[in-house]
């Protein structure tokens, strides 16, 4: 399978510049709406970008994140801005304090590949647990065909330390399609992107991602 070109300006986006959003995740909201989906987890969420677009597409979200100035920021910007459908709470992707069955649809983007491979396991069972059965998943990893795979101090195998600019200090955990299809076995209806997203930070300087997007239903 080829890779899939995407260029990604990096902009204002409420009020933060941050990386734009994501064919796959635009098209994904259109199913979401088609499935009568209503309750969203932001796992990892950030400054919120998608928590905010989310809720602008009324949905209720639920955001959370283990960067408590993260959430405080977007909690101020929330309030401001008078958004009463984002719910936020400092929590681990490892362990999340929800009941079972209780989102409709979960999403995870640049987060999942920051564990180990123990860590990620974790996070996708927690994700399947708190899915509703027809749920749906969206999680990106970093791609072992990445040219940072390899970079930096390898501390685990495939996990390494210092192997991306601006995250010298965080794990970058690297994989490809069929580990990813045995990490989503209990799931249903999975399928995995190729896509190699182009940053474009100026004029003169472009970063380049390979990610693997998976969308997977429970």
Same mark, same amino acid.
């Given at each position: 399978?080829?890779?899939?070109?995407?260029?990604?300006?990096?902009?204002?986006?409420?009020?933060?510049?941050?990386?734009?959003?994501?064919?796959?995740?635009?098209?994904?909201?259109? $199913?979401?709406?088609?499935?009568?989906?209503?309750?969203?987890?932001?796992?990892?969420?950030?400054?919120?970008?998608?928590?905010?677009?989310?809720? =602008?597409?009324?949905?209720?979200?639920?955001?959370?994140?283990?960067?408590?100035?993260?959430?405080?920021?977007? #909690?101020?910007?929330?309030?401001?801005?008078?958004?009463?459908?984002?719910?936020?709470?400092?929590?681990?992707?490892?362990?999340?304090?929800?009941? +079972?069955?209780?989102?409709?649809?979960?999403?995870?983007?640049?987060? $999942?590949?920051?564990? +180990?491979?123990?860590?990620?396991?974790?996070?996708?069972?927690?994700?399947?647990?708190?899915?509703?059965? +027809?749920?749906?998943?969206?999680?990106?990893?970093?791609?072992?065909?990445?040219?940072?795979?390899?970079?930096?101090? =390898?501390?685990?195998?495939?996990?390494?330390?210092?192997?991306?600019?601006? =995250?010298?200090?965080?794990? &970058?955990?690297?994989?490809?399609?069929?580990?990813? #299809?045995?990490?989503?076995?209990?799931?249903?209806?999975?399928?995995?992107? #190729?896509?190699?997203? &182009?940053? +474009?930070?100026?004029?003169?300087?472009?970063?380049?991602?390979?990610?693997?997007?998976?969308?997977?239903? #429970?």
């Amino acid at each position: 399978m080829d890779w899939n070109i995407i260029d990604l300006p990096v902009k204002d986006i409420y009020g933060k510049l941050d990386i734009g959003f994501t064919p796959i995740f635009k098209e994904s909201m259109k $199913i979401f709406k088609e499935m009568g989906y209503k309750r969203i987890l932001d796992v990892g969420c950030g400054y919120g970008k998608h928590s905010i677009y989310l809720s =602008e597409n009324n949905f209720t979200v639920t955001s959370i994140d283990i960067n408590e100035k993260a959430i405080e920021w977007l #909690k101020e910007y929330i309030n401001t801005k008078g958004i009463s459908n984002v719910n936020l709470i400092k929590a681990n992707a490892n362990a999340l304090p929800f009941e +079972n069955d209780y989102f409709d649809a979960i999403i995870c983007s640049s987060v $999942i590949h920051h564990h +180990n491979l123990k860590g990620i396991k974790n996070s996708i069972s927690e994700i399947y647990r708190v899915l509703k059965q +027809n749920g749906c998943a969206l999680v990106d990893f970093m791609s072992l065909e990445d040219d940072s795979f390899g970079l930096g101090e =390898e501390v685990e195998k495939n996990t390494f330390i210092g192997s991306r600019e601006g =995250e010298e200090d965080v794990p &970058h955990y690297y994989t490809d399609t069929s580990e990813l #299809k045995e990490l989503f076995k209990n799931f249903r209806n999975i399928s995995i992107s #190729k896509n190699e997203y &182009h940053i +474009n930070t100026d004029l003169d300087n472009k970063i380049k991602s390979r990610m693997l997007d998976v969308k997977a239903y #429970k």
